[in-house]
């Protein structure tokens, strides 16, 4: 899943794309998401920063998303 957030982001960019993963790097909702790419545009659409968060209590090392709950 890909969320879109359409104001200026940390980097100075104008919009900012968020796409949500599982533990082993496959799209998923943002509930069921271990992992968040976030990447940053200029208004012409270039790519200035990416940042990849763990999320949802994952971190690398645990075994499923399952096992949080």
Partial sequence: MV??????????GAYAKIFYKDSKGQPVSRDKACQAHIHEYSEDGRLLQETIAFVNGWYPGKEAHNDLQ
Avoid: S, V, W
Wanted: aromatic share 0%; proline share 10%; charged share 30%.
């Fill in 3 to 12: 969320e879109i957030i359409n104001e200026k982001t940390p980097c100075g």
